[in-house]
């Protein structure tokens, strides 16, 4: 019964691999978001989908791409990976300016 | 950028003490809120304060807000060794308030 589940939770790739991170939330919320943390810790913003429309769009490669096929579910898919895009990816939701709900995290690791 | 950034970068107390983390951020925002990461794991609410609101408890927290200052504190008291995570304190940047930043965070020790 988690609220918001992403899988799978680890993601070991090569280079050159395309890959999806899937999320999905049983909140009801009507914002979903993807959230990128370095090895520093620093969380950036990816995405976020409201109402099934893409609002935020950060300086992100357009290797990445948001995909929302209702507004409970916004999967990542990634192409052609790099070594750099190794980091943890968190997948989140909210209810217009309330507090996020946060998945527990892919860690992505691109060898 | 109105990242949120929050001092000091790591802390480290006996358990029983009392926690303080400071925020500052640089533009008007609506909103500020305060989120706890455990090792391994996703970040966890734990409390919103509004730009009209100067203080706010929950249980053993307790955050503050100066928006002349651009900046927020949150106090745990009596410490656990289970609040060990890195705490982030988060901006919102529009009048839609959908999209947050967060500041590099807080790691804290509690030594039991």
């Known amino acids: 019964d988690t609220a918001v589940s992403q899988t799978p939770k680890y993601l070991v790739t090569q280079m050159g691999n395309d890959k999806s991170i899937k999320c999905e939330q049983n909140?009801?919320?009507?914002?979903m978001y993807w959230y990128k943390q370095d090895s520093k810790k620093f969380l950036k913003i990816m995405f976020s989908y409201n109402n099934k429309e893409l609002i935020i769009n950060e300086t992100v490669p357009n290797r990445f791409s948001p995909k929302s096929p209702d507004k409970a579910h916004l999967n990542l898919h990634i192409n052609s990976l790099e070594l750099g895009d190794s980091a943890v990816y968190f997948c989140?939701?909210?209810?217009?300016?309330?507090?996020?709900?946060f998945g527990s995290g892919t860690r992505l690791t691109v060898v | 950028s109105q990242q949120g950034e929050e001092d000091p970068q790591a802390l480290s107390i006996q358990e029983g003490e009392n926690a303080t983390m400071n925020c500052s951020y640089k533009t008007s925002i609506n909103n500020l809120q305060w989120y706890r990461q455990n090792s391994g794991r996703g970040l966890v609410h734990l409390i919103l304060i509004r730009s009209n609101e100067r203080e706010k408890h929950s249980g053993r927290l307790r955050v503050t807000l100066d928006t002349s200052k651009k900046s927020s504190s949150l106090l745990i008291t009596a410490s656990r060794a289970a609040d060990t995570a890195s705490y982030f304190c988060a901006t919102d940047a529009g009048n839609y308030g959908q999209n947050f930043v967060f500041g590099p965070g807080t790691r804290l020790s509690v030594l039991p």
């Open positions: 989140a939701s909210s209810q217009y300016r309330y507090g996020y709900t």
């Open positions: 909140l009801g919320h009507d914002t």
